[in-house]
């Protein structure tokens, strides 16, 4: 099973709603991220998530807020968000191997949550 | 992480090999190269990466320039599925974990 999976696919919401993304990874990989994407721009990386403990926030605004419950789980909580804040949201998973020094392999992306806000 | 740099945009006939160049001309002694392309509305998928030698799979052969100043992916036998934005980025392996993508090159594969 090669496959990071997110859930929904399709998600429209209030400004005063709040809702969750779901990511699961079934690869044993130890390292989490969560991207967002607008339309025709690269993939922005928000968060990083390593033994599931946030080791990198890319000075995200606090409405967006992630969480790791276990290793194959990665969600993120929305409340309060912006307009601006329609985009594509990418999960990926990557392999962390050993206790120190170690070496990524490649990264796994899911398919995204496509995300409006009204 | 070192920066790269790309053309917006090329176009390949169908059948014909596609020829990526990324420009990174900082990159440091540790930072590997790794290529990723996004077709329409999916996610990034990983197609390639190496340090200094030359590596083929069998998506697409990478070849790095001895000084490792910039590189070139090279796809054999395009197919129209390879339409799609291919990103170089050049990292360490380990560490922080980030995966920057940069602007990436639109490949455009005309039949």
């Known amino acids: 099973d090669t496959e990071v999976t997110q859930t929904p696919k399709h998600l429209v919401m209030g400004m005063t709603n709040k809702k969750s993304l779901k990511c699961e990874q079934h690869?044993?990989?130890?390292?989490m991220y969560w991207y967002k994407q607008k339309a025709k721009k690269p993939p922005e990386l928000m968060f990083v998530y390593s033994y599931e403990k946030l080791s990198i926030n890319e000075s995200v605004p606090s409405r967006f807020s992630p969480e790791c419950p276990n290793s194959s789980l990665l969600n993120l909580h929305l409340h309060a968000l912006q307009p601006e804040d329609s985009a594509l949201y990418l999960c990926a998973s990557s392999h962390r191997i050993g206790t120190g020094a170690f070496l990524n392999t490649e990264a796994f992306f899911g398919q995204g949550t496509r995300l409006t806000v009204v | 992480d070192a920066k790269t740099t790309q053309p917006p945009s090329m176009d390949c006939a169908e059948g014909r090999a596609a020829n990526l160049p990324c420009n990174h001309s900082?990159?440091?002694?540790?930072?590997?190269v790794y290529w990723y392309r996004q077709i329409h509305s999916q996610g990034p998928q990983y197609i390639i990466h190496?340090?200094?030698n030359n590596e083929t799979n069998e998506m697409a052969s990478l070849i790095i320039t001895e000084d490792r100043k910039s590189s070139t992916l090279i796809l054999p036998h395009a197919t129209l599925r390879d339409t799609a934005v291919y990103y170089c980025?050049?990292?360490?392996?380990?560490?922080?974990?980030?995966?920057?993508f940069g602007q990436g090159t639109r490949l455009t594969i005309n039949p």
């Open positions: 190496g340090l200094k």
């Open positions: 980025i050049v990292r360490v392996p380990w560490g922080a974990q980030k995966l920057v």
């Open positions: 900082t990159i440091s002694g540790n930072e590997y």
């Open positions: 690869m044993g990989h130890r390292a």
